[in-house]
């Protein structure tokens, strides 16, 4: 680690990925660090995060959480804004580091690949916000998270679900796949971790998902660059879409595990 490259002050551990690829080229987060801080979806999914992480790190005086796939840096502000948490954000692009340093200066940033996290033994907590399923190996991620945390330290993740789902919109995103319930959890358990809990979200919004997705088959053509196109919506349907999650993330505070929706959440702990 003493040799390590940086890059703008951010060190590098992955280098042949710091300025970007075809699936995630660097242009995509000039445009996504504004669209975050609008869009009732990264709105509701930071509430939903933020509640399970006092749930399960609570007991910790200071837990050191880090955040793969940290991107423009959207939930690891909302985590420091509870003040209890010594935070990283890791990040395979350089360009996202650099939005997620000027939102957090005082935050940790590393450029690394998520595949090889050179980490051992360092988290109480670790999450991947919808990261996993734009990397084919997915199980070498969840493999190198677990070997990142501490004993009995807890994987947070989201990931898009319902391969049925799957549209024109998951190819733009460059998505690999879209989760079953029931593959995630086996792919988390064979890594080596427990299940603690597994509830979906955008479970309300989801007639609306289906159809919306449908009538973007129909009408989109196949383009080669990221269209982020379905996250500009207007006031008052992101009014009326944030209220709606508003019930998903009510029902998930009562402790009830929704059995279907776009999204899904997947909180595990590392198995002694």
């Known amino acids: 680690m003493d040799n390590v490259m940086t890059v703008d002050g951010i060190r590098c551990y992955a280098p042949e990925l710091a300025h970007g690829s075809e699936d995630y080229p660097a242009e995509v987060y000039d445009r996504l660090c504004g669209l975050e801080e609008r869009h009732f979806w990264f709105r509701a999914r930071n509430r939903i995060i933020l509640r399970e992480f006092r749930h399960q790190l609570g007991h910790l005086r200071r837990p050191r959480v880090l955040e793969i796939g940290c991107g423009t840096g959207y939930v690891l502000r909302g985590l420091a804004s509870e003040g209890r948490y010594e935070l990283t954000g890791a990040e395979a692009n350089i360009a996202g580091l650099r939005h997620a340093r000027i939102r957090l200066p005082s935050v940790e940033f590393v450029q690394v690949d998520a595949r090889d996290l050179p980490y051992d033994e360092a988290f109480d907590a670790v999450g991947a916000f919808d990261v996993i399923e734009h990397i084919i190996e997915d199980e070498r991620v969840l493999a190198s998270v677990h070997r990142a945390l501490r004993p009995s330290g807890v994987l947070v993740a989201t990931v898009p679900q319902h391969q049925w789902l799957w549209s024109w919109a998951d ?25 603690l809990r597994a509830t979906s979200f955008v479970t309300t919004l989801l007639p609306v998902l289906y159809m919306s997705r449908f009538a973007v088959r129909r009408e989109r053509s196949t383009s080669s660059d990221i269209d982020l196109s379905e996250l500009e919506i207007s006031q008052t349907a992101n009014a009326v879409c944030d209220a709606a999650m508003r019930i998903d993330d009510a029902l998930i505070g009562a402790g009830i595990s929704l059995p279907f929706g776009g999204s899904l959440l997947a909180v595990a702990r590392k198995a002694s």
């Open 171 to 195: 190819e733009q995103a460059r998505h690999k796949r879209r989760y079953g319930r029931q593959e995630l959890a086996d792919k988390v358990r064979a890594a080596g971790f427990e299940m």
